[in-house]
Each structure stands twice: as C-alpha cells, then as structure tokens.
C-alpha cells in the first residue's frame, strides 16, 4: 500500500506563506503524477496543481498559478507546495494524491490520497 502523509500546515495571516509537503512510501511508477487538491467546508475537492515525478513537468489550476508552486525532490520522494501571497479564501484542508489521471485535474482519477493537513489563513 502506498502511504501518503501531508504536513506543513497551521494558521498564518493573510499575506503570508505557507510550505506543504507531502512525504510518499514510495513511488509506484515514474510516470506517476503527484496532485494538491483543496476541500473548503461546504465546497467541492478543488485541484490546486500537479507535477509528473519522470520529466518534473508542472500543471497548475488558474486560480492559484502565479501564487502556489508545486516541485518534487525525486531522492526523498518528497513533494512541495509552496504556497504565497494567502488569503483568507485558501483557508481549507490541502491533500496530495497520486496516480496516472487523465484528465491531470480529475479527482477519481487518482488512486492514492493523504490524510489531508489543514491551513487557516487569517484577515
């Protein structure tokens, strides 16, 4: 079983940065992507941003490209998000998740989640 695990999240004022991380058991396939999603209370999983482990090939959702950023450190098997510029609307639980989806934002189609970590972005 993989096992994903989210860390890096806390209460930050608006304005502020915010890096998550999301440590994998191990990497199923290099052609694996890993995906960020957000869920807000009352509100649908968004997809934040992915990043493809063989070639470090990035996506990103409109609303967050320019303020978040999604890297991996394929030796650690450790994915980032960083993430500046916050506002109270990112307040949510930020999850990671991988797999081989297609289409890259689609949700189901990712085989493997984290637990989730939460981020509280403050006025």
């Known amino acids: 079983q993989v096992q994903l695990v989210e860390s890096g999240g806390g209460l930050v004022q608006a304005g502020g940065s915010l890096r998550l991380s999301c440590a994998t058991s191990?990497?199923?396939?290099?052609?694996?992507?890993m995906g960020w999603f957000r869920q807000a209370p009352g509100k649908e999983r968004e997809f934040l941003a992915a990043?493809?482990?063989?070639?470090?090939?990035?996506h990103y959702a409109d609303s967050v490209k320019g303020r978040f950023t999604i890297s991996g450190d394929n030796a650690k098997n450790t994915v980032y998000l960083q993430m500046m510029s916050l506002k109270p609307e990112d307040t949510a639980v930020y999850y990671c998740?991988?797999?081989?989806?297609?289409?890259?934002?689609?949700?189901?189609?990712?085989?493997?989640w984290g637990q989730g970590t939460q981020v509280t972005v403050s006025s």
């Open positions: 990043v493809r482990w063989i070639d470090g090939t990035t």
């Open positions: 998740a991988t797999g081989l989806p297609q289409p890259i934002d689609s949700e189901r189609e990712y085989a493997f």
């Open positions: 191990r990497r199923l396939n290099d052609r694996f992507l």
